[in-house]
């Protein structure tokens, strides 16, 4: 049977496998950030069910030709929307191996033993660099961190935790009053994902907003909130990178704040993004505070030049795992297995090979270099922005993130309509989707700074890159080009 891998299809394997590989490089190294756009007419084609098979390579032919163009290329210069391109050759080889390998690590001796104890080494790697402590590894308790499928599943984990921490019987008997488990987040920019693990884990829709500035909290209101629900709050959540404008909080602040009101509120770091910044000597500093934290959410896929998906979610006290521990005769009962600390995860493949790879491929110094140039490529634009009578920069840039509006005459910003400037912004991203050229992101955006009006809601554009190919000129030529549009 010629489409399974076997020693008699191994030649027949290798060219389509080879194949494989040279699309996907011409697709990352294309000039355009999308071909063409696509036709939901298309989608009744896409589900007919195929009862006859096609042969492999006439359907790597048909995917070159007829679905590749319209996917979206993070890795194309004029990508500027989202933080990473997964360029990483290295990463690229783990997740490739990492597929053929087929290791499962719910559990370790018997399918996945040196994986397991990789998987370890790549997790205590990223404690070592955010300042958590490091003990002797003698089993799966003594790890202090798990490997998740993305932000969300680890962030979901820590909320599961914080739970667990509040009161511990609640994994047996269930949430009794759910307004009892609350969880404090910034107003504004706090990623959805902790709303909703709040909802799946049966703690409602608990959530208290606390007001911000400068998009961090404010932190006599983060004080006021914690006084009047004492006692009611199991955790709160601060972001070292938020989604929108990568504002990093006061973290060495909000610890002492919030430990002093309430030792027993467990503190978590969404630090998706802002963990990179952990790998630059010079850089490191902006996270000062974040090993004294519960725990922390860190994203490789979003930051490290690694494909999706790759989260990790590390606690500093690595015996918490015992919290929310699962426990069946399906999984072993050893040492090492993983599977005794996943909620929410079963089998579970080797993603972390990728990232293995990556780091041991590039080395900690050269990707705190790397980290150091996304974050002057921002800079940079940042400048442009604030000298030019055009745009309007909405946020202290810290990481990558660089908010901005076009605003036609910053002289006029007083007198400026905000129907009419939002309505602008929204069409100049509307261009830019249709085009296919660049790609920027869009969202909505409270004006924490008062830059347009204090207060209003806002739709500005917003770069962020950690494309290391990325250039200055690329940069000028997408201010050159929004103009252009702004025009039109
Ligand atoms: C700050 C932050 N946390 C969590 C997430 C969720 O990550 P994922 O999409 O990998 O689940 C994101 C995603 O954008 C994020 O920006």
């Given at each position: 049977m010629k489409e399974i891998l076997s020693k008699d299809t191994k030649d027949y394997s290798k060219i389509c496998l080879e194949k494989v590989i040279n699309m996907g490089i011409d697709f990352k190294l294309n000039n355009k950030f999308k071909e063409k756009n696509y036709d939901i007419s298309n989608f009744s084609e896409l589900l007919e069910i195929p009862n006859k098979g096609t042969e492999l390579n006439e359907l790597l032919d048909y995917f070159k030709n007829e679905i590749m163009p319209y996917c979206s290329n993070f890795s194309n210069e004029k990508f500027m929307s989202f933080p990473d391109s997964g360029n990483s050759t290295a990463a690229i080889s783990g997740a490739i191996l990492s597929d053929f390998l087929?290791?499962?690590?719910?559990?370790?001796?018997?399918?996945?033993p040196i994986a397991t104890h990789m998987e370890i080494a790549v997790i205590k790697w990223l404690r070592e660099l955010l300042g958590y402590e490091i003990k002797e590894i003698k089993n799966i308790w003594d790890v202090g961190g798990v490997i998740t499928y993305g932000g969300t599943g680890s962030n979901a984990t820590a909320m599961l935790l914080a739970r667990e921490n509040h009161n511990s019987k609640t994994m047996i008997e269930g949430v009794k009053s759910p307004e009892n488990y609350k969880v404090v987040i910034p107003k504004g920019i706090a990623h959805y994902s902790i709303r909703s693990s709040l909802m799946w884990i049966g703690c409602g829709n608990n959530i208290l907003e606390v007001p911000t500035k400068d998009y961090r909290y404010n932190l006599d209101e983060l004080k006021k909130t914690l006084i009047e629900n004492k006692g009611k709050i199991m955790s709160v959540v601060c972001y070292v990178g938020d989604s929108r404008t990568q504002s990093i909080d006061n973290l060495t602040e909000i610890y002492k704040l919030v430990k002093e009101i309430d030792e027993n509120i467990w503190l978590h770091a969404d630090a998706c993004h802002g963990f990179s910044l952990a790998f630059s000597k010079k850089l490191k500093c902006k996270i000062e505070g974040i090993q004294y934290f519960d725990s922390i959410s860190t994203d490789p896929h979003k930051v490290l030049a690694t494909p999706y998906c790759i989260s990790a979610l590390l606690i500093k006290d690595p015996e918490n795992f015992k919290l929310v521990t699962s426990s069946s005769d399906l999984i072993m009962q050893e040492d090492y297995a993983f599977g005794q600390v996943t909620p929410f995860i079963g089998s579970k493949s080797w993603v972390s090979l990728k990232l293995w790879f990556m780091i041991k491929n590039i080395g900690i110094e050269k990707i705190g270099q790397m980290i150091e140039k996304r974050c002057e490529m921002a800079q940079y634009l940042s400048k442009k922005i604030i000298n030019s009578n055009d745009f309007v920069l909405l946020n202290s840039v810290n990481i990558n993130s660089v908010v901005f509006m076009y605003v036609q005459d910053k002289e006029k910003l007083d007198s400026i309509n905000i129907k009419k400037i939002n309505e602008k912004n929204i069409d100049i991203h509307k261009q830019l989707s249709e085009e296919g050229i660049y790609h920027l992101h869009q969202f909505s955006l409270t004006d924490d700074n008062g830059i347009i009006k204090q207060g209003e809601v806002l739709f500005p554009l917003r770069y962020m890159s950690g494309?290391?190919?990325?250039?200055k000129k690329d940069i000028d030529d997408m201010l050159t080009y929004l103009r252009k549009l702004a025009l039109k």
């Open positions: 087929q290791q499962n690590l719910i559990n370790s001796s018997f399918c996945a494309n290391p190919n990325i250039t």
